[in-house]
């Protein structure tokens, strides 16, 4: 089957295609015989009941440096010219963010968008979890002080993130006499006005984070991302370093509970992450980590999802 996509992510010119899962995904569309074409999300209109993007046609190369070759733009029809449309910007999930999975959610009926922008909307990483509670650790999601206190007391160290952000970016260990928490949680609440998470630290993230792959709810592989000297991140993105794995029993339980809800809900490129047995996030966005993946196992984790894509199309 030929496809027509077209990609919603940010700048390819700022991608790094070492590891970029996007980029993958588009190498593997172009050998597939593929038509790509490339936008960015602002670039998103609803005109005369339809959905538009101002894309450019793309093709792209394995060559650092010199990776694309971007068309000149118009002005396309997602819902009359594309079969699939891959939303792939980075968060933040900001109101931009929610406002795009909107107009993408006009589609539905016309053209297969990837990840279902509405169950996109509907499973913010950091809150979409929360509904495998038993497979997490203690956390708490909030903005006051003094119930950041009581669960540091009861739990010991924790670490505090930003509810919706990404890439590790802004993620904090608190000793259970660090002084800085008060600070801390008023500078959270003066950056952001959501709540923010509190989990308990779990310090056998020094063996690493696991970040495994599930495409329609079956497990693609996985990969140990572990912290560099000196840091609790283990985010690729944070200088954090890959290393083969396998999964646990216990990695695989997690993986047979989430895996029916993701296929369910239309989410086919998923990334969660898993730290000593600890469910932490469910990535649903815009996941990474399947090129790192392919390098260990020898595996095509980007065709098993182009695979899973034309399956629910033929549906």
Request: with cysteine; net charge negative; glycine share 8%.
């Amino acid at each position: 089957m030929s496809l027509t996509v077209a990609v919603q992510m940010d700048p390819i010119e700022r991608i790094n295609i070492a590891g970029d899962s996007s980029f993958a995904l588009m190498l593997k569309a172009q050998e597939r015989g593929y038509t790509l074409y490339h936008y960015l999300a602002d670039q998103l209109s609803w005109r005369g009941g339809r959905v538009i993007a101002h894309a450019r046609p793309v093709s792209v190369r394995n060559v650092a440096g010199d990776h694309y070759t971007l068309g000149e733009a118009r002005d396309i029809d997602l819902g009359s010219e594309v079969d699939v449309v891959l939303m792939r910007q980075d968060p933040p999930f900001d109101i931009g963010y929610i406002t795009a999975t909107h107009l993408l959610e006009m589609l539905e009926g016309e053209t297969l968008v990837v990840n279902n922008p509405r169950e996109v909307r509907n499973a913010p990483e950091k809150l979409f979890v929360t509904q495998f509670a038993d497979l997490m650790p203690p956390t708490l999601i909030t903005r006051r002080l003094e119930e950041v206190l009581a669960f540091r007391k009861k739990h010991g160290a924790i670490v505090v993130k930003p509810l919706h952000g990404n890439a590790g970016a802004a993620v904090f260990k608190l000793g259970e006499d660090d002084g800085n928490l008060p600070a801390l949680v008023e500078l959270f609440s003066n950056v952001w006005r959501e709540p923010f998470m509190v989990q308990r630290f779990l310090p056998k993230v020094s063996d690493g984070d696991k970040r495994i792959v599930l495409v329609d709810g079956k497990v693609a592989g996985a990969i140990n991302r572990l912290p560099k000297a000196g840091e609790i991140r283990s985010n690729l993105a944070a200088g954090g370093n890959a290393a083969k794995t396998e999964l646990t029993p216990r990695e695989e339980e997690i993986c047979a509970r989430l895996g029916p809800e993701l296929e369910r809900r239309g989410l086919i490129f998923v990334g969660i992450d898993v730290i000593d047995g600890n469910l932490t996030e469910i990535n649903v966005t815009s996941p990474t980590g399947i090129v790192a993946i392919d390098r260990f196992n020898g595996t095509d984790t980007a065709g098993m999802i182009w695979d899973a894509i034309l399956k629910r199309l033929s549906r």
